[in-house]
């Protein structure tokens, strides 16, 4: 231990990067705290983020097979009644579980619970509260919160214009819900909304919902969030907001500019992104600043430009996702400890939650072109897996990107009502190195969704056998 210091590492923030980081480091054997302001553990993720937006999909989402889906396709008659307080309470019982869950790892662990707002006083000393603590190594995982839109002033407490913490809050279903912004947030949300019973309408600056995910799966998704019955204003932006009782009147025009129109609604989300959380940290005072978005820069090894300092998770550059923050926590914890911790950032799957799910990893073929790669591409549509057809949910295709040369797999995206579990496999597949011949010679048990991937893979350089 660093004889001189209180801790060998203090992390500030609790959320699946910095509680990872935390266990994985007094697992090492490192005489480690943990910095967090919340009254609970977990960070956004477990609190107002994967887990309480998962939760009210998986609710939502049976509701709705019984009042509007697949019930009805089976001979199944029923008539729902939501009790809203209820699945609000499920909810509340499964982050309650997970935060908890996280306090006695960390008890488990030995790992000190810090409880307040860390401020930086030098590069080796934080200030919590009224405490001053010290420490050889500090990881700064301070995560993000949401981005604020000029003119749409969010306000929770009101529950008329929220962020996604409302939304996930709200104790009524909205008559009509405008959700500002077709990013992941927005669709996950949404879908949860006007699964209960909301009208919704999605208004993006862009002309295609989901940026950065491949184009063939933006607009698969884009026709079917519309079959759904999702309202969707491409090209727009909102540019005001008033708020009159429980009436919400948006201004909105073209993107490019233009006339103005106005929108009335019930309920309004804001979800335009999230940005790193550095304010009252007092990076300065450490030999440290931001980059101009915001973010703390790092190296490779998660070291900031001050040695003894690290970064992870979303305050850094890259995709701002759960999984991506806790394998930052275990490397970062590594690396302190005098290990190799590596992350291998070309292979962090990216997963939206809706109905049918929507899942990549790797490289889009817009991004393919970009590059001057020369690829070939499989596709299979899940409407020719027998699995799938079985179950009668045949929405969506597997798409496989490979190297036109080396056959290795670059880039492969799902829209599937599994996607999120299958690419988990070729997530495994890249990690390894693979061809799309590896993937389409590897023996998949039928019948599953699995099989899909598989057909595609023997699309990129052949003939998939069912089409
Ligand atoms: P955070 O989870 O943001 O945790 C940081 C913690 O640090 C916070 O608890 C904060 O209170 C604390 N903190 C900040 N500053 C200080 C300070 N100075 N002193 C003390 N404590 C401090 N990602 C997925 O991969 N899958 C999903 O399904 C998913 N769903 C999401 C749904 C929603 C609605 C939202 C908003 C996000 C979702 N995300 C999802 C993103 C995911 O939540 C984040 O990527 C992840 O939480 C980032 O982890 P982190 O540890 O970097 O930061
Ligand atoms: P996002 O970046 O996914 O989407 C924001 C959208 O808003 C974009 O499509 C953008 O073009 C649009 N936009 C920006 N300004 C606008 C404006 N003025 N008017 C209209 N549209 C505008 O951000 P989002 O949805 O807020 O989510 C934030 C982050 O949280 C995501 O990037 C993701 O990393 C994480 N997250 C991950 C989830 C998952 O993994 N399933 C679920 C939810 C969030």
């Known amino acids: 231990m660093a004889e001189n210091y209180d801790y060998d590492v203090l992390i500030i923030g609790a959320g699946p990067g910095g509680y990872v980081a935390a266990i994985r480091a007094a697992q090492l054997g490192l005489k480690t705290a943990c910095v967090e302001s919340r009254a609970t553990l977990g960070g956004t993720c477990l609190n107002v983020g994967c887990i309480p937006s998962k939760a009210l999909l998986h609710g939502s989402e049976l509701f709705d ?13 029923a008539t729902p009644m939501l009790d809203l307080a209820k699945m609000m309470a499920e909810k509340t019982k499964a982050v309650g579980e997970l ?39 500090i990881v700064i995982a301070t995560g993000s919160s949401v981005t604020p839109l000029p003119g749409v002033t969010v306000d929770n407490a009101g529950k008329r214009i929220v962020d996604s913490t409302g939304a996930l809050d709200l104790d009524e279903v909205p008559e009509h819900l405008v959700v500002i912004g077709g990013g992941v947030i927005g669709l996950e949300l949404g879908s949860v909304w006007r699964r209960l019973g909301a009208k919704v309408t999605v208004v993006e600056f862009l002309d295609q919902l989901l940026p950065g995910l491949d184009g063939d799966v933006r607009k698969e998704a884009g026709k079917i969030f519309k ?12 540019t005001g907001a008033k708020v009159d009782g429980k009436k919400v009147t948006l201004t909105i025009e073209k993107a490019a500019g233009g006339d103005e129109q106005t929108l009335d609604a019930s309920h309004v989300l804001v979800a335009i992104g999230r940005r790193p959380n550095t304010e009252g ?40 996702l759960a999984h991506k923050a806790e394998d930052e926590g275990i490397a970062v914890a590594e690396n302190i400890a005098g290990q190799t911790g590596i992350v291998n950032h070309d292979v962090i799957p990216n997963v939206v939650y809706t109905a049918p799910e929507i899942a990549g990893v790797g490289i889009t073929e817009e991004q393919a072109k970009e590059r001057g790669l020369a690829v070939k591409i499989g596709k299979f549509p899940m409407m020719a897996n027998s699995r799938a057809k079985a179950n009668r949910d045949t929405d ?29 496999e070729a997530c495994v597949a890249m990690e390894f190195g693979a061809t799309s011949e590896d993937i389409a010679y590897t023996c998949h048990a039928h019948p599953t969704h699995a099989e899909a991937l598989k057909e595609a893979a023997m699309a990129v350089t052949g003939k998939p056998i069912h089409m």
């Open 99 to 137: 935060t908890g869950g996280i306090e006695f790892l960390f008890k488990k662990n030995k790992v000190t619970w810090l409880k307040g707002h860390a401020a930086f006083e030098d590069a080796h000393t934080v200030k919590v509260g009224d405490d001053t603590v010290t420490a050889k190594d």
């Open 396 to 424: 969506g295709f597997v798409k496989v990107i490979a190297d036109a040369e080396t056959d290795r797999v670059l880039g492969v995206w799902i829209i599937a009502s599994l996607a999120g579990t299958m690419i988990a």
């Open 227 to 238: 079959k759904q019955g999702m309202n969707m204003m491409l090209g727009h932006k909102v």
């Open 65 to 77: 097979e019984a009042q509007n889906g697949h019930f009805a396709t089976w001979g199944i008659t």
């Open 281 to 320: 940290l007092a990076l300065d005072k450490a030999g440290l600043s931001v980059n101009a978005r915001g973010q703390v820069e790092i190296e490779h090894d998660f070291r900031t430009a001050v040695p003894n300092i690290w970064g992870i998770g979303d305050v850094v550059p890259g995709p701002m």
